[in-house]
T-cell receptor
Framework: AQKVTQAQTEISVVEKEDVTLDCVYE???????LFWYKQPPSGELVFLIR??????QNEISGRYSWNFQKSTSSFNFTITASQVVDSAVYFC????????????FGTGTRLQVFP | EPEVTQTPSHQVTQMGQEVILRCVPI?????FYWYRQILGQKVEFLVS????????KSEIFDDQFSVERPDGSNFTLKIRSTKLEDSAMYFC???????FGSGTRLTVV
Protein backbone atom coordinates (compact mmCIF):
# COMPACT_ATOMS: atom_id res chain seq x y z
CA ALA A 1 0.00 0.00 0.00
CA GLN A 2 1.09 3.56 -0.54
CA LYS A 3 2.37 5.56 2.37
CA VAL A 4 4.19 8.84 2.86
CA THR A 5 6.17 9.54 6.01
CA GLN A 6 7.31 12.94 7.15
CA ALA A 7 9.08 12.16 10.39
CA GLN A 8 9.79 15.79 11.31
CA THR A 9 6.71 17.23 12.95
CA GLU A 10 8.11 20.68 13.52
CA ILE A 11 11.34 22.46 12.66
CA SER A 12 12.45 25.87 13.90
CA VAL A 13 15.27 27.81 12.30
CA VAL A 14 16.59 31.32 12.29
CA GLU A 15 16.41 33.35 9.12
CA LYS A 16 19.15 32.65 6.55
CA GLU A 17 19.70 29.12 7.81
CA ASP A 18 19.32 26.26 5.37
CA VAL A 19 16.72 23.65 6.24
CA THR A 20 15.88 20.23 4.82
CA LEU A 21 12.46 18.63 5.11
CA ASP A 22 12.46 14.86 4.82
CA CYS A 23 9.98 12.70 2.95
CA VAL A 24 10.04 8.92 2.67
CA TYR A 25 7.48 7.05 0.61
CA GLU A 26 6.28 3.50 0.02
CA UNK A 27 4.69 2.20 -3.13
CA UNK A 28 4.56 -1.02 -5.12
CA UNK A 29 4.13 0.78 -8.43
CA UNK A 30 7.04 1.46 -10.74
CA UNK A 31 5.34 4.57 -12.13
CA UNK A 32 4.35 7.19 -9.61
CA UNK A 33 4.53 10.90 -8.91
CA LEU A 34 5.81 12.81 -5.93
CA PHE A 35 4.70 16.26 -4.87
CA TRP A 36 5.47 18.96 -2.37
CA TYR A 37 2.90 21.52 -1.21
CA LYS A 38 3.16 24.54 1.02
CA GLN A 39 0.27 25.41 3.34
CA PRO A 40 0.66 28.90 4.77
CA PRO A 41 -1.40 30.06 7.79
CA SER A 42 -4.15 31.22 5.41
CA GLY A 43 -4.84 27.52 4.70
CA GLU A 44 -4.59 27.07 0.96
CA LEU A 45 -2.44 24.37 -0.59
CA VAL A 46 0.25 25.82 -2.82
CA PHE A 47 1.80 23.46 -5.35
CA LEU A 48 5.61 23.52 -5.32
CA ILE A 49 6.78 20.59 -7.42
CA ARG A 50 5.76 17.37 -9.15
CA UNK A 51 8.33 14.73 -10.01
CA UNK A 52 7.76 11.43 -11.83
CA UNK A 53 9.45 8.23 -10.77
CA UNK A 54 11.62 8.01 -13.86
CA UNK A 55 13.24 11.36 -13.36
CA UNK A 56 15.79 11.25 -10.56
CA GLN A 57 17.48 14.45 -11.54
CA ASN A 58 17.61 16.92 -8.69
CA GLU A 59 15.74 20.14 -9.22
CA ILE A 60 16.48 23.67 -8.13
CA SER A 61 14.07 26.57 -8.22
CA GLY A 62 15.44 29.70 -6.65
CA ARG A 63 16.06 28.99 -2.96
CA TYR A 64 14.22 25.65 -3.21
CA SER A 65 15.80 22.36 -4.19
CA TRP A 66 14.63 18.77 -4.21
CA ASN A 67 16.63 15.57 -3.89
CA PHE A 68 14.90 12.46 -5.23
CA GLN A 69 16.57 9.14 -4.43
CA LYS A 70 14.74 5.98 -5.49
CA SER A 71 17.29 3.79 -3.72
CA THR A 72 16.15 5.13 -0.36
CA SER A 73 12.57 6.02 -1.43
CA SER A 74 13.12 9.59 -0.39
CA PHE A 75 12.16 12.95 -1.85
CA ASN A 76 13.68 15.61 0.39
CA PHE A 77 13.14 19.34 0.13
CA THR A 78 15.75 21.94 1.02
CA ILE A 79 15.20 25.64 1.51
CA THR A 80 18.39 27.65 1.27
CA ALA A 81 18.76 30.91 3.19
CA SER A 82 15.33 30.58 4.79
CA GLN A 83 13.09 33.60 5.21
CA VAL A 84 10.24 34.38 7.60
CA VAL A 85 7.80 34.04 4.68
CA ASP A 86 8.81 30.39 4.38
CA SER A 87 7.02 29.69 7.65
CA ALA A 88 4.26 27.22 6.81
CA VAL A 89 3.32 23.56 6.92
CA TYR A 90 4.89 21.58 4.11
CA PHE A 91 3.31 18.40 2.80
CA CYS A 92 4.86 15.69 0.70
CA UNK A 93 2.45 13.56 -1.37
CA UNK A 94 2.44 10.53 -3.64
CA UNK A 95 0.17 9.44 -6.46
CA UNK A 96 0.36 6.24 -8.43
CA UNK A 97 -0.12 6.12 -12.18
CA UNK A 98 -2.42 3.10 -11.88
CA UNK A 99 -5.92 4.00 -10.78
CA UNK A 100 -7.38 7.40 -10.15
CA UNK A 101 -4.21 9.38 -9.40
CA UNK A 102 -5.45 10.31 -5.96
CA UNK A 103 -2.88 11.92 -3.71
CA UNK A 104 -1.66 10.29 -0.53
CA PHE A 105 -0.27 12.94 1.81
CA GLY A 106 2.25 12.79 4.59
CA THR A 107 1.42 14.29 7.95
CA GLY A 108 3.29 17.48 7.17
CA THR A 109 6.21 19.36 8.68
CA ARG A 110 5.60 22.71 10.33
CA LEU A 111 8.48 25.05 9.57
CA GLN A 112 8.93 28.14 11.68
CA VAL A 113 11.51 30.66 10.56
CA PHE A 114 12.39 33.26 13.18
CA PRO A 115 13.89 36.65 12.33
CA GLU B 1 -3.47 30.85 -14.78
CA PRO B 2 -6.40 28.42 -14.51
CA GLU B 3 -7.94 28.28 -11.07
CA VAL B 4 -10.18 26.04 -9.08
CA THR B 5 -12.79 28.13 -7.26
CA GLN B 6 -14.54 27.00 -4.11
CA THR B 7 -17.53 28.52 -2.36
CA PRO B 8 -18.22 29.36 0.37
CA SER B 9 -14.86 29.99 1.97
CA HIS B 10 -16.31 29.36 5.40
CA GLN B 11 -19.57 27.73 6.44
CA VAL B 12 -20.99 27.25 9.90
CA THR B 13 -23.81 24.78 10.28
CA GLN B 14 -25.75 23.09 13.05
CA MET B 15 -25.25 19.41 13.68
CA GLY B 16 -27.71 17.36 11.67
CA GLN B 17 -28.11 19.94 8.92
CA GLU B 18 -27.25 19.30 5.28
CA VAL B 19 -24.47 21.27 3.64
CA ILE B 20 -23.40 21.60 0.03
CA LEU B 21 -19.89 22.66 -0.80
CA ARG B 22 -19.29 23.97 -4.29
CA CYS B 23 -16.34 23.89 -6.62
CA VAL B 24 -15.78 25.22 -10.10
CA PRO B 25 -12.89 23.19 -11.45
CA ILE B 26 -10.71 24.00 -14.40
CA UNK B 27 -12.75 23.51 -17.54
CA UNK B 28 -12.00 20.68 -19.95
CA UNK B 29 -10.70 18.49 -17.14
CA UNK B 30 -12.50 15.22 -16.62
CA UNK B 31 -11.20 14.06 -13.24
CA PHE B 32 -12.12 15.85 -10.04
CA TYR B 33 -11.36 15.15 -6.43
CA TRP B 34 -12.47 16.11 -2.95
CA TYR B 35 -10.05 16.04 -0.03
CA ARG B 36 -10.55 16.77 3.64
CA GLN B 37 -8.20 18.18 6.25
CA ILE B 38 -9.21 18.11 9.89
CA LEU B 39 -7.57 21.01 11.71
CA GLY B 40 -3.92 20.32 12.38
CA GLN B 41 -3.93 17.01 10.55
CA LYS B 42 -2.95 15.73 7.14
CA VAL B 43 -4.93 16.09 3.94
CA GLU B 44 -7.03 12.99 3.23
CA PHE B 45 -8.55 11.76 0.00
CA LEU B 46 -12.35 11.53 0.02
CA VAL B 47 -13.50 10.77 -3.52
CA SER B 48 -12.59 10.97 -7.18
CA UNK B 49 -15.14 11.66 -9.88
CA UNK B 50 -14.73 10.86 -13.56
CA UNK B 51 -17.18 11.16 -16.41
CA UNK B 52 -20.00 11.96 -14.02
CA UNK B 53 -19.41 8.93 -11.85
CA UNK B 54 -17.53 8.15 -8.67
CA UNK B 55 -14.36 6.32 -9.70
CA UNK B 56 -12.92 5.78 -6.24
CA LYS B 57 -13.86 6.66 -2.68
CA SER B 58 -12.18 6.31 0.68
CA GLU B 59 -13.61 4.74 3.82
CA ILE B 60 -14.31 8.27 5.08
CA PHE B 61 -16.77 8.77 2.22
CA ASP B 62 -19.74 6.99 3.76
CA ASP B 63 -23.45 7.22 2.95
CA GLN B 64 -23.64 10.73 4.43
CA PHE B 65 -21.57 12.04 1.54
CA SER B 66 -22.45 12.46 -2.13
CA VAL B 67 -20.94 14.22 -5.10
CA GLU B 68 -22.51 15.62 -8.22
CA ARG B 69 -21.73 17.67 -11.23
CA PRO B 70 -25.24 18.96 -11.77
CA ASP B 71 -24.71 21.42 -14.60
CA GLY B 72 -21.47 20.34 -16.25
CA SER B 73 -19.62 23.13 -14.50
CA ASN B 74 -20.06 23.10 -10.74
CA PHE B 75 -18.83 20.10 -8.79
CA THR B 76 -20.55 19.69 -5.42
CA LEU B 77 -19.95 17.75 -2.24
CA LYS B 78 -23.03 17.21 -0.11
CA ILE B 79 -23.01 16.09 3.49
CA ARG B 80 -26.52 14.97 4.36
CA SER B 81 -26.58 15.15 8.14
CA THR B 82 -23.50 16.83 9.51
CA LYS B 83 -21.71 15.63 12.60
CA LEU B 84 -19.29 17.51 14.81
CA GLU B 85 -16.44 15.44 13.41
CA ASP B 86 -17.18 16.68 9.89
CA SER B 87 -15.66 20.00 10.91
CA ALA B 88 -12.67 20.36 8.59
CA MET B 89 -11.27 22.14 5.58
CA TYR B 90 -12.57 20.63 2.34
CA PHE B 91 -10.52 20.99 -0.82
CA CYS B 92 -11.55 20.42 -4.40
CA UNK B 93 -8.85 19.54 -6.93
CA UNK B 94 -8.33 18.78 -10.57
CA UNK B 95 -6.36 15.79 -11.79
CA UNK B 96 -2.58 16.02 -12.04
CA UNK B 97 -2.41 17.22 -8.46
CA UNK B 98 -1.28 20.70 -9.34
CA UNK B 99 -4.30 22.77 -8.60
CA PHE B 100 -6.32 22.82 -5.44
CA GLY B 101 -9.11 25.19 -4.63
CA SER B 102 -8.63 27.57 -1.74
CA GLY B 103 -10.84 25.36 0.40
CA THR B 104 -14.06 25.62 2.37
CA ARG B 105 -13.72 25.62 6.12
CA LEU B 106 -16.74 23.79 7.51
CA THR B 107 -17.58 24.26 11.17
CA VAL B 108 -20.31 22.08 12.66
CA VAL B 109 -21.70 23.34 15.95
Amino acid sequence: AQKVTQAQTEISVVEKEDVTLDCVYETRDTTYYLFWYKQPPSGELVFLIRRNSFDEQNEISGRYSWNFQKSTSSFNFTITASQVVDSAVYFCALSEAEGTDKLIFGTGTRLQVFP
Amino acid sequence: EPEVTQTPSHQVTQMGQEVILRCVPISNHLYFYWYRQILGQKVEFLVSFYNNEISEKSEIFDDQFSVERPDGSNFTLKIRSTKLEDSAMYFCANRDGYTFGSGTRLTVV
